[in-house]
């Protein structure tokens, strides 16, 4: 795993704070930019919740991410279990 991975993995473990959402956007906005310089693609730019009623939008595309994590407690908390492979 990269270096990028690791630190993002950090930021989402800690209390979703906003200036640990802030942190953690931030070092998702460099796992991207890291990738995009790797030369890696994703296949489809767009993070897809199937959940109905949360607070988050069910489609966020890839470059809003970011953006998301950094305003979003519930979001910060998904794509926190996401990353660290933590079941419900």
Do not use: H, W
Not at 39 to 59: C, H, I, Q
């Amino acid at each position: 795993m990269s270096t990028e991975y690791e630190r993002l993995k950090e930021a989402l473990n800690k209390a979703p704070t906003p200036e640990a959402r802030a942190e953690a956007a931030q070092r998702f906005k460099e796992y991207q930019e890291k990738q995009k310089a790797l030369g890696k693609r994703n296949s489809e730019p767009t993070l897809v919740s199937l959940s109905t009623g949360k607070k988050y939008p069910t489609a966020v595309p890839l470059d809003k991410v970011a953006d998301e994590i950094a305003t979003n407690p519930e979001y910060f908390e998904l794509v926190r279990k996401i990353t660290t492979g933590e079941k419900k």
